[in-house]
């Protein structure tokens, strides 16, 4: 069996060293959903929710998540993102959220695109829960992730 990378000789959790790996350029693209009743998806449409723009402002918290990851996974490395986007696309009882991250690194970024989204999630969540509370935030993972030779 392979060894774990965050778990050391004696069984402690530690940060993996990446200080030998190569600089690559490193992509991951992550997805999810929430589930909403049509009556919600209306109001965001008419940007009639109570606390505001929803879907500009459950981007943004997106975007600021990824930039965080760090903060709140412990063995995360703290990253300096190159670049970030969060898409939001209302479908009929749900809005798919998908979180595209890109950097030149040592590690990758899945889960700074995986933290986008769930932030982004609970952002609707949290901006829409005074209307609906029967949302579902659904499953959320990684679609795809790669990795190309650095500078």
């Known amino acids: 069996m392979k060894s774990l990378s965050h778990i050391d000789k004696h069984g402690k959790a530690r940060m993996v060293d990446v200080s030998s790996k190569p600089v690559q350029h490193r992509e991951a693209i992550a997805r999810g959903c ?33 930039k965080r990851t760090a903060e709140l996974i412990p063995l995360c490395h703290p990253l300096s993102l190159t670049h970030i986007d969060v898409d939001l696309q209302p479908k009929p009882g749900r809005i798919e959220i998908t979180a595209t991250a ?8 899945e889960m700074e695109a995986l ?12 901006m829409c829960k005074a209307v609906d509370e029967e949302m579902v935030i659904g499953e959320i993972k990684l679609v795809s992730k790669k990795k190309t030779a650095g500078p």
């Open 115 to 126: 933290t986008a989204v769930a932030v982004t999630a609970l952002t609707i969540y949290d």
């Open 102 to 109: 890109k950097i030149a690194a040592q590690t990758g970024i």
């Open 34 to 66: 929430i589930f909403l009743k049509r009556a919600t998806l209306a109001l965001i449409a008419k940007n009639q929710i109570a606390k505001g723009d929803v879907l500009n402002t459950a981007r943004i918290a997106g975007i600021q998540a990824a």
